[in-house]
């Protein structure tokens, strides 16, 4: 579907949406290097011959929009948390930050869309969204302290793993 100037624009853009994430200074900027990371692999995955991987975009694409919207969400009530004084519990916060994290990624138990959205996919698509797409959540998760949910979605990554 596209040529090969389209392919490296969006694939650049990918690459520079994961380098604002991973370098920004804020959640609200780390938030808007995932959304420059979400809509430039949206057109990659995208083929008009292909119903199946028009179908894996559209998944993608709602299911992270779904986990943009809760991450956006905690970032607003930590900043409410920090600069207005409300009596908000921090462990809450960052175990949503966690868990909408974790979805992005798709780690379990938020695997859900995850293998429907690989059959769609060519090889090539795959491996982007296995290795590269992952980066970014996985870096904010590691800025995170909540190890008590990072520890549940190990384990339970292992015995799905195993399974």
């Known amino acids: 579907m596209f040529n090969n100037s389209s392919k490296i624009l969006f694939i650049t853009m990918m690459i520079i949406g994961t380098l604002i994430t991973v370098t920004a200074n804020s959640w609200l900027g780390a938030w808007m290097g995932l959304e420059i990371n979400l809509l430039s692999f ?9 119903l199946k991987s028009t179908e894996a975009s559209l998944k993608y694409f709602l299911t992270q929009a779904l986990a943009s919207t809760v991450l956006l969400f905690s970032v607003i009530l930590l900043m ?33 869309w995850f293998p429907n959205l690989m059959e769609g996919l060519t090889w090539m698509n795959a491996l ?11 870096m904010l998760i590691s800025y995170l ?19």
Not at 93 to 103: C, Q
Not at 128 to 138: D, E, G, S, V
């Open 42 to 50: 949206i057109p990659l995955m995208s083929d008009s011959n292909n």
């Open 80 to 112: 409410l948390k920090n600069n207005m004084n409300y009596e908000i519990n921090n462990s809450f916060i960052s175990m949503i930050m966690t868990s909408t994290l974790l979805l992005k990624s798709g780690s379990a138990p938020f695997h859900f």
């Open 128 to 138: 982007l969204l296995m290795t590269w797409q992952k980066i970014a959540p996985l």
């Open 145 to 163: 302290n909540s190890n008590s949910i990072l520890l549940i979605s190990v384990i339970l990554s292992v015995i799905v793993g195993a399974i």
